[in-house]
């Protein structure tokens, strides 16, 4: 079985010129506040940002939202576990080969997905976001380091149902 991975210039050709599908999780405690983990790489990067991921080639959006889970959170979660909030574009002027002195753009086509873990929760890793924060839904809204994609979850005049 080949790698889902790309090598470094197939995916820059794919991110400068294709749409890339994914999932964002909009992520709950038991009491209600929202996780956000501050972005290590672009687009986005240095802002505070649901987690999510791309959907590989090949894969059922399930096993996806399964990996991603794992992934983002550190425990897997299946779909039937989550309410789809719709569907959203995310359009950036950079992309992750922006620190490579490269003009790409990054264009998402992104599945909104809510999920509440357990009380008691912990273990978050490390490898798309280098801190996290537990915010209530307020905070989330009102501030201005939570990237405005990550908002849109929570506003109904975003995004396709």
Do not use: C
Not at 43 to 55: K, N
Not at 96 to 117: A, C, K, P, R, W
């Amino acid at each position: 079985m080949t790698s889902p991975w790309l090598d470094k210039d197939t995916f820059r050709t794919i991110v400068g010129n294709t749409p890339l599908v994914s999932l964002d999780l909009l992520v709950r405690d038991a009491d209600g506040r929202i996780l956000v983990g501050k972005r290590v790489n672009r687009p986005a990067q240095g802002f505070w940002f649901v987690p999510g991921g791309r959907i590989l080639k090949n894969e059922r959006l399930a096993d996806a939202f399964t990996r991603l889970t794992e992934a983002e959170l550190g425990m897997a979660i299946t779909i039937n576990q989550a309410r789809y909030l719709g569907l959203y574009e995310h359009f950036y002027d950079d992309s992750i080969f922006s620190d490579d002195g490269q003009d790409v753009s990054t264009h998402y086509v992104v599945n909104g997905f809510e999920v509440v873990l357990p009380a008691g929760y912990s273990g978050l890793p490390y490898e798309q976001h280098n801190e996290y924060r537990w915010l209530t839904e307020e905070e989330f809204i009102a501030s201005e380091e939570v990237h405005v994609h990550s908002r849109w979850y929570l506003d109904n005049t975003k995004g396709f149902l």
